[in-house]
């Protein structure tokens, strides 16, 4: 064993044996030494929730049983900095190389990036894998070379590369290096406090993590449930998706295995002819693109978890008032299909995407409260909380997205009920005190008759809130908003006149928004242990990222037209000069534990104002609006596969 090469393999949301590019490569080499580095210092505001770390402590005790079987064991270490805990382990296992696959979320770019510099430069060779995605945001570009910024174009380009994702086979055996440091028990981590475990008992019911579960949820699925997808997906109560987006965030499932065995149920229905679940196929497909396109977003604008995509949202006016933020955590809106949703996330930690859609859209459209407060507590709350699906689903729903939607859409919750949950069973389920409304009135309550009201037990204001913000009301607002948006928008345009290149950036100074990593990343040389396998980061050449404001055309279904001339108002950003030495990704720098153990005390993060310079993108061919059943939390971390 002593003449074999010794690697250090760093789990991350990797936690799988079967395709894990970087365990295979070590077992190919020789013996390995697996680590699992837990840093709650590095993680900053994005420190999991509850819900999020149980499955985390879960999967890891399988995969700990997996490589045990295997021959391997899997090191546990809590520190307080990830790029320490790994010299130590190359130290105690006289290691010369360290593997991983690749994460794309902005903080974990700049920390990636950082340790293969600093192992480097002592002459550690590192070497990284594609673990995660089918193609790296690197490798799908335009013709022009220029990032696509509609999710049409960017999963039309990789439906037609040539280049097969290649699966890597598991190993049957894994050699383990010789050495000891001080590790943890799965306990000793710290993932689940006495607190929590009372209420954590109750996942376990409903949910299976670890890598082998998932791949029997993923068969099950597959052969039972596919092809009913197309009807199933549209129903928000009961298990009507395919429940793998949790599996998928923590890298259970390789993707490459769920996007072979879809489409190779997609290319037999299509050769039978059998059109419904050819459709249901291709649109779970569509759903694996989607999580593909939060990542390929995060990789090129990795400023999308603060700042819209779109600049025009810098100037809008959003209100920040506590008391709408805290009633819509609560469940206590007066909107039952939206308080059925929000109590439904409390108690369980999931909700249907389409739900995700219906409270966001809400949140931003009827509260205008900052998009931004919403992604952070859903990434606190969702049991498949994933930040790249994320902030696509916010981004998409806010309208800071180019084929997202309008931000003049407002849909009303009582449609949706009545679309969605026509015979509210499922407000009902998650509303007790609406439980003996009758289906004609579930949705819009404060319309009922008094009689109605009286025999169904609800007094509107004491036992159920009543609207919490009129439709009308929240319509005139959100005009307001807009024309208030569009007219500074315009001022900063004629102040900019002579300028050629528009900053990308929200208003978030304007109203105290979200403490998010910064973006910094320095120039640095190239780490002399690169291969062609490596993790890059954004550069200004992938990142030309201004997107001229371009409407949209408004979805046909369920909506609710603004006045014409809200329409006629311009849509120039303002501009600015590119600062070259910039290069965009994030870094946290917050090192506050953030949790969710109680509804009243989720505290609103505070604001981080950085301009960030850089040269527009060039015209960009709308394809009309991403698929509703987009993750927002995951989003769409249905966030979660974006959407499955």
Not at 40 to 56: A, I, T
Not at 404 to 409: A, D, S, T, Y
Not at 538 to 552: C, E, G, H, T, Y
Request: charged residues 25%; negative net charge.
């Amino acid at each position: 064993m002593d003449g074999k090469a010794k690697t250090i393999v760093w789990f991350r949301r990797d936690l799988r044996i079967e395709d894990n590019p970087a365990l295979a490569a070590a077992a190919r080499d020789g013996c390995v030494f697996p680590v699992f580095i837990w840093c709650p210092k590095e993680e900053g505001q994005f420190y999991p929730g509850r819900v999020s770390r149980w499955w985390l402590k879960q999967s890891l005790i399988q995969l700990e049983l997996s490589l045990r079987s295997l021959g391997a064991k899997l090191v546990l270490i809590k520190a307080q900095s990830t790029l320490e805990a790994l010299l130590e382990c190359i130290g105690a296992a006289g290691a010369t190389k360290v593997v991983y696959n690749h994460l794309y979320d902005p903080v974990s770019l700049v920390r990636d990036h950082d340790i293969k510099q600093k192992l480097g430069e002592l002459g550690i060779s590192v070497q990284s894998y594609n673990g995660e995605l089918l193609y790296e945001p690197w490798e799908v570009y335009g013709d022009d070379g220029h990032a696509f910024t509609t999710f049409d174009a960017f999963w039309d380009k990789c439906v037609h590369m040539q280049n097969e994702p290649a699966s890597q086979l598991p190993p049957w055996r894994l050699d383990l290096c010789a050495g000891s440091v001080d590790g943890r028990s799965i306990d000793e981590l710290g993932l689940e406090d006495e607190s929590e475990k009372s209420s954590n008992a109750l996942l376990g019911r409903g949910w299976s993590p670890g890598w082998s579960n998932a791949d029997k949820a993923l068969t099950e699925f597959v052969e039972n449930h596919l092809c009913d997808y197309s009807k199933d997906r549209l129903r928000v109560a009961g298990n009507s998706t395919s429940l793998l987006s949790p599996h998928l965030h923590f890298g259970e499932l390789s993707v490459r295995k769920v996007f072979h065995l879809v489409r190779m149920k997609h290319l037999l229905w299509s050769k039978e002819g059998n059109h419904d679940q050819e459709e249901s196929a291709n649109l779970f497909l569509r759903a694996i693109g989607l999580r593909e396109y939060s990542r390929y977003l995060c990789f090129n604008f990795p400023f999308t978890h603060e700042r819209s995509l779109l600049s025009t949202l810098k100037f809008f006016p959003w209100h920040a008032d506590q008391s709408h933020f805290k009633a819509w955590r609560q469940g206590r809106t007066g909107y039952p299909l939206v308080d059925a949703g929000m109590r439904e996330l409390w108690a369980t930690g999931w909700i249907h995407n389409r739900i995700r859609v219906i409270v966001s859209s809400f949140f931003v459209k009827f509260l205008l409260l900052p998009w931004q407060w919403g992604m952070k507590y859903f990434w606190d709350t969702l049991l498949d909380a994933d930040l790249e699906s994320d902030i696509l689903g916010w981004q998409y729903i806010s309208g800071s997205l180019p084929d997202g939607h309008e931000l003049e859409r407002l849909d009303s919750p009582e449609v949706q009920g009545f679309k969605f949950d026509p015979e509210g069973e499922y407000v009902r389920h998650w509303l007790p005190e609406l439980a003996r409304m009758p289906a004609e009135w579930i949705h819009h309550p404060w319309d009922a008759p008094i009689s109605v009201l009286k025999a169904s037990g609800v007094e509107l204001g004491l036992n159920y809130p009543k609207p919490i913000v009129d439709i009308d009301v929240a319509r005139d607002r959100l005009i307001e908003a807009i024309f208030t948006m569009r007219g500074k928008e315009a001022t900063a345009r004629a102040t900019n006149f002579n300028g050629t290149d528009e900053v990308v950036f929200d208003n978030s100074e304007t109203s105290e928004i979200v403490g998010n990593p910064k973006a910094i990343l320095k120039e640095k040389l190239p780490c002399p242990t690169s291969s062609s396998h490596d993790q890059r980061v954004p550069s200004l050449q992938n990142s030309k990222n201004v997107i001229l404001n371009r409407k949209r055309p408004m979805p046909a279904e369920d909506k609710q037209p603004l006045r014409d001339n809200v329409h006629n108002c311009n849509h120039n950003g303002a501009t600015s000069k590119t600062d070259d030495d910039l290069r965009s990704t994030a870094e946290s720098s917050s090192t506050k534990k953030q949790t969710t153990s109680s509804r009243t005390s989720f505290s609103v993060p505070q604001a981080v104002s950085l301009p960030l310079k850089v040269k527009p993108f060039p015209e960009c061919e709308s394809s009309g609006p991403v698929e509703e059943e987009i993750d927002t939390e995951e989003t769409s971390r249905e966030n979660r596969a974006v959407g499955v």
